[in-house]
C-alpha cells in the first residue's frame, strides 16, 4: 500500500527495500499495545555491509551515510510489521544508535543525525524522536553503526 509516507520517500528517491531478516535468534520486530520495538538495523546498502571505525576507516560523513541506512531499513521494518501500511506509523519515539568509533572519537551524535535527519526529512515532525548516541569498541560483523528504535503506531 502506498500512503502519505511513501509518497514523501518516493520524493526523496528512497524505495524500502524488504525488511532485513535476523542474523541470530530474535526476531525483528515486538508490538506491546501502541508501541513497536524495531531491533538494532545495522549499516547496509545495495553493495552489502557498511563496515569499519568511524575515526579510523571512516569520517564522520561516511558514519552519517551509513547511519541513513540504517534508517531506510528501521522504517523497512516498520513497514514489514504493520502489513506493508506505512501511514499505520504515528512517529518515532525513540533511537538508541551505536557508533564503531575509535576509543578518542567523539562525535557519535554527528554520525547519528544521519538516521535522525533522514526520519525527519521523511516523516515530518513524526520523525521527531528522543535518542541516545553511543560509542561502541565494535559492532557485530564489524558494522560501522547499529540503530534499534521504538515507534508508536496504530
Do not use: W
Not at 576509543?103 to 513524526?126: H, R, T, Y
Not at 548516541?133 to 560483523?141: C, I, R
Request: with cysteine.
Amino acid at each position: 500500500m502506498s500512503g502519505t509516507f511513501e509518497t514523501r520517500l518516493a520524493e526523496l528517491g528512497v524505495t524500502l527495500p524488504d525488511a532485513p531478516v535476523p542474523a541470530a535468534n530474535y526476531v525483528p520486530a515486538v508490538r506491546v499495545g501502541n508501541t513497536l520495538y524495531i531491533s538494532g538495523q545495522i549499516s547496509q546498502n545495495d553493495a552489502g555491509l557498511i563496515t569499519g571505525k568511524v575515526g579510523a576507516d571512516l569520517t564522520v560523513e561516511e558514519g552519517a551515510a551509513a547511519a541513513r541506512t540504517c534508517a531506510i531499513s528501521l522504517l523497512a521494518q516498520v513497514k514489514a510489521a504493520l502489513d506493508g501500511d506505512l501511514d499505520r506509523l504515528v512517529r518515532a519515539v525513540k533511537l538508541t544508535g551505536f557508533v564503531n568509533s575509535t576509543p578518542d572519537f567523539a562525535d557519535q551524535p554527528k554520525v547519528i543525525n544521519g538516521c535522525s535527519d533522514f526520519l525527519v526529512e521523511a516523516l515530518g515532525d513524526a520523525g521527531r524522536h528522543a535518542r541516545s548516541a553511543v560509542s561502541a569498541g565494535a559492532l557485530p560483523l564489524n558494522v560501522a553503526v547499529e540503530i534499534e528504535g521504538i515507534f508508536e503506531v496504530k
